[in-house]
């Protein structure tokens, strides 16, 4: 009895020193190829729910809960900006009796933006800035309202000339281009002789776009939600009837900042009608697990089994620029109104707050310089229009509580890739964290032309890098229609 009882002992441990042997080496095996697989592994951990649960495809109504629902009016028209003279003075006046306060000195723009450049801001505003000529160039382009959901949405459509040259074949498909905050359409405006100006195909086949440029509800001269809860998906279903109502049933999207928010719901929803996508701010696209997960497999697993091309995109690497220059969107995300009361009155307040984006947001380097570099990206003329606009409709109140209604429903990332066919523009100083590297946001666009890289420009290259920006959205149409 006691041999068959040493017999059995040394059996049992045999068999569990070999189980530790083939879990010890099967075990780095299997979570290597999880590692190596991980997107597979992600689709598994993190399924997609029922689109229709998470998009909204029915019909709102966004005027003031309670009151009597406007009517159904399909009717566009046509509408001219105007802005008075007594409310020219009034802003004039505004300017004149500015407080300022000190600036730090040695600082630059390390604490915002400084009071000695806000003088200079104000000093050109009153004194060499000519809003007429500024308003003749805003409308220049046809612009137009039409209601839908019980919003006027305002727009810019601009056609094509036509070709004067009998053997150009020249197609006109549309594209509506989209922006986000603190810009405006205006925004947008360097893009059009860019796109509406025919390029070659194929031989005698050229292409031209017919642009539509819209300001987002709550933004500039298009209405504000009475009510909550407009959040993209919301606007790109109101964005999808407006080129549905312009007979526009197909067509491209570009988007930056929220215009990219807004461009991928639209990719998502409106496949059908959606030709490709170009979107500047495209990091979005992948959702807050799989993003964290995919941050602590590159801190912690051999780079043999998972490396990443542009480290420097990850947030570890700008968690602390993250930190410093996202304080403006909890504010935003959270009681937008109290901010908004402040920069709705002081027309210098608003343009400091505007403006200090466009400088940290263009290179965040740009804080170590006296100006803020803005005179080195952009004319004072065109950053003051941008302002301008928020300031003669008076929506900035209304265009930060997207934030807020964005952040209350869910966020952005929900998971679902885009299908359509898409090109990234990466433009290299894009505000930290914004952009994912490649790695992360291939498995959400599943017909990816190209991720663009440039190695200038940052938040804003509508207005910083136009010609850059076309390029892409060229490159995107050349794609799709040599497909046909």
């Excluded at 003051?384 to 209604?405: A, C, D, F």
């Excluded at 200038?456 to 040599?482: C, Q, T, Y």
Aim: aromatic share 12%; with cysteine.
């Amino acid at each position: 009895m006691a041999n068959v009882s040493k017999s059995n002992t040394s059996g049992g441990r045999s068999l569990l020193g070999s189980s530790l042997i083939f879990f010890t080496l099967i075990t780095p095996i299997l979570l290597g190829l999880a590692v190596f697989n991980h997107d597979c592994v992600l689709e598994r951990i993190f399924p997609l729910p029922d689109i229709k649960t998470v998009f909204p495809f029915g019909d709102e109504e966004w005027s003031a809960p309670g009151s009597k629902p406007a009517k159904a009016d399909d009717a566009v028209v046509p509408w001219k900006l105007q802005v008075s003279n007594k409310d020219l003075e009034d802003l004039k006046d505004r300017l004149r009796n500015t407080r300022y306060g000190t600036a730090m000195s040695g600082q630059n723009f390390v604490y915002g933006f400084p009071a000695d450049q806000l003088k200079k801001v104000v000093d050109y505003w009153l004194n060499k800035y000519d809003w007429k000529k500024q308003e003749a160039l805003i409308n220049q382009y046809d612009h137009f309202k039409t209601n839908i959901e019980g919003l006027n949405i305002h727009f810019v459509r601009v056609q094509p000339a036509k070709s004067t040259d009998p053997k150009r074949n020249v197609r006109v498909t549309p594209i509506i281009l989209l922006h986000g905050w603190p810009g405006s359409f205006f925004e947008l405006y360097k893009l059009i002789p860019l796109l509406t100006t025919p390029q070659q195909i194929s031989g005698n086949d050229y292409a031209a776009f017919e642009v539509i440029i819209p300001s987002l509800p709550g933004y500039g001269f298009s209405d504000a939600a009475q009510k909550t809860g407009l959040n993209p998906p919301h606007i790109a279903r109101i964005f999808n009837k407006l080129m549905t109502r312009l007979k526009l049933d197909k067509y491209f999207v570009h988007g930056g900042d929220w215009g990219s928010a807004v461009g991928r719901s639209l990719a998502i929803m409106y496949p059908d009608c959606v030709l490709g996508v170009d979107l500047t701010l495209y990091g979005m696209a992948v959702p807050p697990g799989p993003s964290f997960i995919k941050n602590i497999l590159y801190l912690t697993m051999p780079r043999f089994l998972f490396n990443v091309s542009e480290p420097h995109k990850l947030l570890p690497t700008n968690f602390f620029s993250l930190l410093r220059e996202s304080g403006y969107m909890h504010i935003q995300a959270t009681k937008p109104d109290t901010v908004g009361a402040a920069l709705l009155d002081s027309p210098a307040g608003l343009a400091a707050y505007i403006l200090e984006k466009f400088s940290t947001w263009t290179n965040v380097d740009n804080i170590n310089k006296p100006d803020g570099a803005l005179s080195e990206y952009f004319s004072l003329d065109d950053l003051l229009t941008n302002v301008m606009v928020y300031w003669v409709s008076g929506s900035i109140i209304t265009s930060q509580r997207l934030y807020k209604e964005t952040w209350s429903t869910g966020g952005l990332s929900d998971g679902f890739p885009v299908l359509v066919p898409s090109v990234l523009s990466d433009f290299r100083h894009e505000f930290a964290g914004n952009n994912a590297p490649d790695e992360f946001v291939r498995p959400y666009f599943k017909d990816l032309i190209t991720i663009s890289k440039h190695n200038s420009g940052g938040h804003f290259p509508a207005m910083e890098r136009p010609a850059d920006l076309a390029e892409d959205i060229w490159a995107l149409a050349k794609n799709v229609l040599s497909r046909e």
